[in-house]
């Protein structure tokens, strides 16, 4: 018997069965897409965690001690601005680094009332986060120096504060201070917006100095940077952090944070759910195996006395196994092909509604694509065994 007239036969005895043929597939079907689903969604999400990082800023940092917002942290252990000159003189891998300190406070307006966290940074802060200006601008370089009494709020605080009005040279009370609202930001949507930890994302931005002069303190929360190249971000870190532990006479008293460990731990809990997800699908395409397993035998049994004819007109054991294996091929390859069109198109809705980009593995397909015929091999094997081995005689006796 050739491979042609098996492969027909083959699928003539499947459509002579559809149903039992269809809810055998199901499993390799459900199975086979689970896999390409997963690993396709899987890679559209690290994706779009990279996309985040880069709009954030791959070689992004920030420095802070260790003990910072504590009541008990030791006056020597404060960062301060002369540490961020220091650094910048010391590390010329480093592109910009800048102080800020934040205090949490309440603004003020014609007896409106916005709590928030104020910021006292540089005029290089929103090019380093890559923030956008809504409305206005940030402060200059002029107005840092003569610590103007200026200053730069979110859309939070615009909302809460001046409603559908325009806040563009309105004057805000912080600790009986008034500061003129000279810009308002743009939502950050970036990673780093979780380095700031204010109630609603609330966020005021004023010169260092003016800072400095209303709360009266001169302590540097933490310094923010960033590298010229992304492959330098370790070595910076490590050596910004030796630095600042011999000018403080300390040790290891320096943490660091960057986008990358973002993504890292983001990274870590994708390859965590993938991996339970791939578990149940490994589950589904074994289930699925044992199904084709299950059906070929009730087919096998079915079939006796037509097995014990055309053995008995010639028919070789190679032939009757060949027979039943290329059924249980059959099955196992449409069964994944079907399976590959579902995951795909899943994924693809998935991506869609989570606005993530489609990436298609090629890989992951051929291997759902292979391992679907594997199963059909491996499941199909000892059914068509046994039919091959089938005595003609006893077959034709068979009831």
């Known amino acids: 018997m050739s491979l042609l007239e098996g ?63 504590q009541t008990g942290q030791a006056e020597g252990d404060r960062l301060t601005v002369q540490d961020g000159e220091s650094l910048r003189r010391a590390l010329t891998q480093v592109k910009t680094l800048l102080p800020a300190s934040i205090e949490y406070t309440t603004l003020e307006v014609n007896q409106k009332h916005s709590s928030a966290m104020i910021v006292g940074t540089t005029p290089d802060f929103a090019e380093l986060r890559h923030r956008e200006i809504a409305k206005g601008r940030f402060f200059s370089a002029e107005e840092f120096s003569a610590d103007r009494r200026v200053v730069v709020i979110d859309s939070t605080i615009t909302d ?17 201070v008034p500061c003129r609202v000279i810009g308002v930001l743009a939502k950050d949507t970036s990673s780093f917006a979780q380095f700031d930890v204010g ?58 944070y960057n986008v990358q460990q973002l993504v890292q731990s983001a990274n870590k809990i994708t390859r965590i759910l993938t991996s339970i997800i791939g578990l149940v699908a490994g589950i589904s395409l074994f289930v699925g195996g044992i199904g084709i397993m299950n059906m070929m035998l009730v087919s096998v049994t079915e079939r006796t006395r037509e097995i014990g004819l055309r053995k008995a007109v010639g028919a070789k054991e190679k032939d009757i196994l060949t027979q039943f294996l290329l059924e249980a091929i059959v099955l196992s390859l449409v069964g994944g092909m079907l399976g590959i069109a579902v995951g795909v198109g899943s994924a693809l809705l998935v991506a869609h509604l989570l606005s993530w980009p489609p990436l298609l593995s090629g890989w992951a397909i051929v291997l759902a694509f292979s391992f679907s015929i594997g199963v059909g091999l491996f499941f199909g094997f000892y059914p068509a065994l046994k039919a091959a081995k089938l005595e003609p005689m006893a077959a034709l006796r068979y009831e």
């Open 7 to 69: 492969l027909r036969g083959a699928l003539f005895s499947l459509r002579t069965n559809k149903l039992r043929s269809g809810l055998t597939m199901l499993g390799i079907i459900i199975g086979i897409a689970a896999v390409i689903a997963v690993v396709t969604i899987g890679l559209g999400g690290k994706a779009a965690i990279m996309q985040e990082m880069e709009k954030s800023g791959v070689n992004l940092f920030v420095l802070y001690t260790k003990s910072v917002g």
């Open 160 to 176: 809460s504060l001046f409603g559908a009005g325009n806040p563009l040279g309105q004057q805000v009370i912080i600790q009986n």
């Open 199 to 256: 109630p609603q994302n609330s966020y005021a931005y004023v010169p260092w100095g003016t800072w400095s002069d209303i709360f009266q303190s001169t302590r540097v929360d933490q310094l923010e940077g960033a590298t010229y190249l992304e492959s330098d971000l370790d070595n910076t870190i490590s050596s910004a952090q030796r630095i600042l532990n011999v000018r403080h006479g300390t040790t290891d008293q320096y943490e660091a």
